[in-house]
Nanobody
Framework: QAQLVESGGGLVQAGGSLRLSCAPSGRSFSTYAMGWFRQAPEKEREFVAAINWSDQNTYYSDSVKGRFTITRDNTKNTLYLQMNSLRPEDTAVYYC????????????????????WGQGTQVTVSS
């Protein structure tokens, strides 16, 4: 059964950096759009960033734009999220997701447009 496995989360001080990875297993997601979402305690899961497979366009939420970078390495079948200048409000469980169809920002920010999800990795930013 195809699944996504996130890694790289942890505890970091404000201003620090982390790099999350997402490694699919069971199948290749090289032709899928890939995204990162996050969910803080008692809040809904929200869009963070996404990347198309077709044109490699990237999209970011306003809250992370300029600080986070999403990349994918199709030769390694791996998705990354480089997170710099971390803030306490970035604390959340981060999930990667894969969707069959590429699209624009409005399409890729919707959870319902993703078909596969990982179990999540915890990121905690201390002040």
């Amino acid at each position: 059964q195809a699944q996504l496995v996130e890694s790289g989360g942890g505890l970091v001080q404000a201003g620090g950096s982390l790099r999350l990875s997402c490694a699919p297993s069971g199948r290749s997601f090289s032709t899928y759009a890939m995204g990162w979402f996050r969910q803080a305690p008692e809040k809904e899961r929200e869009f963070v960033a996404a990347i198309n497979w077709s044109d490699q366009n990237t999209y970011y939420s306003d809250s992370v734009k300029g600080r986070f970078t999403i990349t994918r390495d199709n030769t390694k079948n791996t998705l990354y999220l480089q997170m710099n200048s971390l803030r306490p409000e970035d604390t959340a469980v981060y999930y990667c997701a894969a969707g069959r169809y590429s699209g624009n920002y409005d399409w890729l920010r919707e959870r319902k447009n993703y078909d596969y999800w990982g179990q999540g990795t915890q990121v905690t930013v201390s002040s």
